[in-house]
Each structure stands twice: as C-alpha cells, then as structure tokens.
T-cell receptor, first 114, second 114 residues
Framework: AQSVTQPDIHITVSEGASLELRCNYS??????LFWYVQSPGQGLQLLLK??????LVQGIKGFEAEFKRSQSSFNLRKPSVHWSDAAEYFC????????????FGGGTRLMVKP | GAGVSQTPSNKVTEKGKYVELRCDPI?????LYWYRQSLGQGPEFLIY????????DSGLPNDRFFAVRPEGSVSTLKIQRTERGDSAVYLC????????????FGEGSRLTVL
C-alpha cells in the first residue's frame, strides 16, 4: 500500500526567506506525486504534479518540487515566501491507473512572520 | 457555480442520528471522490465513483457509511447511527480525463456529532 510522510507538522519562516517542505512516499512502482495547498475557508488547490520526465516541476504561485527516486522524496520549495503563502500544505501520491485516487500525507502548516 | 459545491457547510447532530451530505461536482466531470479529514490530519480516501457506479469503496470505514450517485452527477454521502468519532470535515472532489491526476475539491462539510 502507498503512504506519504510529511515529517514537519509546523514550519515558521520569515517573509522573503526561502522555503522547503519535506515529503517522503512509499510506493512500489512509479508514482504520481502532487502538492496541494489548503487555505482557511477554501478547498484544496493543486500546486503542482509530477508524472514523468523532468524531475524538477514548476507549479503555480512560484512553487517548485523535485522528485528524487533514490530518496523517495518530493520536496516542495519556494525561493521567497510571501505572507499570503501561510496555509496548510499536503503532499499526495497516486497510483498509476487507479483513477486519480490519492493518498495524502498529514500536512505541514506554514506560518509566515512579517 | 464553476466549482465543486458541498452542502451543508456545517452540520451538528446528536449521536445516533442519520446524516446526509451532498456534493455537486463540476459539470462534465465523470469522476467523483469523497474524502474525510479529521482535525490535524490529511484527507483520507473514502469512495470513488466513475459515472454512476462506485469504482472503489474500500475506504468506507464500516457499513454505517454509504454513498450514491444515481445520475452520474450529484452524490450523497449517507451516515447512519452517527458516532462522535465521525466528527470531521467531509471533502468531495471531482475530476475529468482531461485533468489526469488533478482533483478539484469543494470546501467541505464539517460534521460535528455531539
């Protein structure tokens, strides 16, 4: 069975600082990998996804993530954080051919200091 | 509206009561998913519909939970004999073949069982 671990429950960064959110997955084959963001009062929104090809993927709002098969990781990064990035971030893994069903990690809550 | 709509947004009920939660997906999306998100955790898969049929209901926790999608559009999640442990945010998402791997989520229905 697939699983996702997000080791950091809470992270606080200063506005303008760089950000890296960690994600490790367990899956027996080539995974589909996703990052979603959940802001208060809003539904989950897709930031970016990896299916195949270039292991560095670009997403919306200036986010990027790098797939590292050897480390079973898919860490999310942003070079300069804005106050509006404060939210909860979820990493998810999908099974190829499984109809878009996703397994989510526990989430990382990001706080941004002014 | 253009997005996934869920009603009610909040539901408070007493232990033992019956509850229905409704999801109206994005028009034209053939796939529909129900997830449950408990406090401080990531979304947990419940059931997935492709059209009118439940393609995978392996995430339903027990036989008190079931869901229907009779006309391949709106879906209802039904919970019988509610328990305090059922308290959570129930998320609905939809997707289409044109958006492989991307789920479009509603804002959720928060269920509180007293």
């Amino acid at each position: 069975a697939q699983s996702v671990t997000q080791p950091d429950i809470h992270i606080t960064v200063s506005e303008g600082a760089s950000l890296e959110l960690r994600c490790n997955y367990s899956y027996g084959a080539t995974p589909y990998l996703f990052w979603y963001v959940q802001s208060p009062g809003q539904g989950l929104q897709l930031l970016l996804k990896y299916f195949s090809g270039d292991t560095l993927v670009q997403g919306i709002k200036g986010f990027e993530a790098e797939f590292k098969r050897s480390q079973s990781s898919f860490n999310l990064r942003k070079p300069s954080v804005h106050w509006s990035d404060a939210a909860e971030y979820f990493c998810a893994v999908g099974a190829v051919g499984a109809g878009n069903m996703l397994t989510f990690g526990g989430g990382t809550r990001l706080m941004v200091k002014p | 509206g253009a997005g996934v709509s869920q009603t009610p947004s909040n539901k408070v009920t007493e232990k033992g009561k019956y509850v229905e939660l409704r999801c109206d997906p994005i028009s034209g999306h053939t796939a529909l998913y129900w997830y449950r998100q408990s406090l401080g955790q990531g979304p947990e898969f419940l059931i997935y519909f492709q059209g009118t049929g439940a393609a995978d209901d392996s995430g339903l926790p027990n036989d008190r939970f079931f869901a229907v999608r009779p006309e391949g559009s709106v879906s209802t999640l039904k919970i019988q004999r509610t328990e305090r442990g059922d308290s959570a945010v129930y998320l609905c998402a939809s997707s289409s073949r044109a958006h492989t791997g991307e789920l479009f989520f509603g804002e959720g229905s928060r269920l509180t069982v007293l």
